[in-house]
């Protein structure tokens, strides 16, 4: 369960909806992922996608772990919280010139380049700056996830990433742009990935492309393959922490890499997604001819994942009696779409108006996926080392 008896007393008469945020969870998963990448020699940059939360930002941060960043606001918040610029990575398929200019005013670690056009406005940017900007191309290595459609990014079909038919195209204005340096390839099959098959096949194409590039005289000292790494769902008490040893093990062992190379692991939900759990209150029961609902006062505005893709979440009563009846409900919020709703025939104790309800594991593309739809107020939040 989420709270212990003296937790439920203390939030009881807290104002739901709010994202808590177990921090000694937290710094429990940071513990492990730091000792397995380290003793492995990994760099690990954290992707703020998953949640750039002030206080998990400053814990990961104090952790010695480098940034992944989509957007420009991204680099900056790094930056901002303490990042270290040689440590930052810049990905994405559609950065502007404005973002491009502000990473490059803060001289990166590296541009995780997803197309030929955009190796070549990065190259004139940089000219303009008078600087070099290194960058790591993106290939997409045409790897299927076996995760959901929405999160898998290494097919053919996705958009991101060069393709591999452009790669001797990419090399050649590589070697033309005076304003660019290649360091890296870059690599990302998707997301909540729990085959570790699929990284052990990841490893294959990245051996692949290397030995491509370094066949015609280009020396690549970083291999950055991406994240991915999924967590379990179901049983958030029982696995509230991935299996890091065998993760990055696969790679140790698939992976061919010289001494004079550099792994780099771009790594989100693995780290931050069962810290968090979204916490609401039970607005109204009703009951149907053939439906259970409980109405909660959190809606697809605070937790999008279900909504947008069906997104499976361990739903839970906080404060339960051994001799409470089970009924099945569908878990549903305030907002006006029939799309927002949790889960359906889910198994709870019975529940009634007041009662809490915590959504689990929705550390990772909770509180970042939010909007005010609706006219949604700003979120809340409450810390463990709060209560």
């Not at 005013?105 to 990065?122: K, R, T, W, Y």
């Not at 529940?351 to 959504?359: C, E, F, T």
Request: hydrophobic share 40%; with cysteine.
């Amino acid at each position: 369960m989420l709270f212990n008896n003296t937790q439920q007393e203390q939030i009881t008469g807290a104002e739901t909806p709010f994202y808590y945020y177990d921090l000694n969870l937290l710094n429990e998963t940071l513990d492990q992922v730091t000792a397995a990448a380290d003793k492995r020699g990994f760099h690990v940059h954290y992707a703020l996608k998953a949640n750039f939360n002030d206080r998990l930002l400053d814990l990961i941060q104090s952790r010695g772990l480098g940034a992944d960043c989509v957007s420009g606001a991204e680099v900056q918040k790094s930056i901002d919280k303490g990042f270290s610029p040689d440590k930052i990575t810049f990905a994405g398929v559609g950065k502007s010139d404005k973002e491009i200019i502000l990473a490059l005013e803060h001289g990166i670690f590296a541009f995780n380049v997803e197309s030929i056009q955009e190796m070549e406005v990065i190259n004139e940017l940089a000219r303009q700056q008078n600087v070099i900007a290194k960058v790591s191309l993106r290939i997409n290595p045409n790897v299927d996830a076996h995760t959901h459609h929405y999160i898998t990014t290494g097919l053919d079909e996705n958009k991101f990433g060069v393709p591999t038919s452009e790669l001797e195209t990419a090399a050649s204005v590589i070697r033309n742009a005076a304003n660019v340096s290649l360091i890296g390839l870059h690599f990302h099959v998707g997301s909540q990935i729990t085959d570790m098959n699929v990284f052990k096949s990841l490893c294959v194409k990245v051996n692949e492309w290397k030995n491509w590039f370094e066949e015609r005289g280009t020396q690549i000292k970083v291999l950055n393959v991406g994240g991915g790494l999924g967590i379990d769902y179901q049983h958030p008490d029982e696995n509230s922490i991935p299996d890091f040893e065998a993760y990055f093990d696969i790679f140790d062992k698939f992976l061919e890499r010289g001494a004079h190379q550099e792994v780099h692991f771009e790594l989100g939900r693995a780290i931050v997604a069962q810290c968090g759990s979204l916490v609401s209150r039970v607005l109204y029961t009703k009951s149907g001819l053939k439906k259970n609902f409980l109405i909660l006062d959190a809606g697809m505005t605070e937790l999008m994942r279900p909504a947008l893709y069906q997104a499976y979440h361990k739903i839970e009563k906080v404060g339960v009696s051994i001799n409470d009846a089970i009924k099945n409900y569908d878990v549903v919020g305030p907002i006006c779409e029939s799309s927002d709703c949790f889960g359906k025939e889910v198994p709870l104790p019975e529940s009634k108006r007041g009662d809490l309800i915590a959504i689990r594991s929705a550390g990772a593309y909770g509180e970042v996926m939010s909007s005010h739809y609706n006219l949604r107020e700003e979120i809340r939040f409450v810390y463990s080392d709060e209560i």
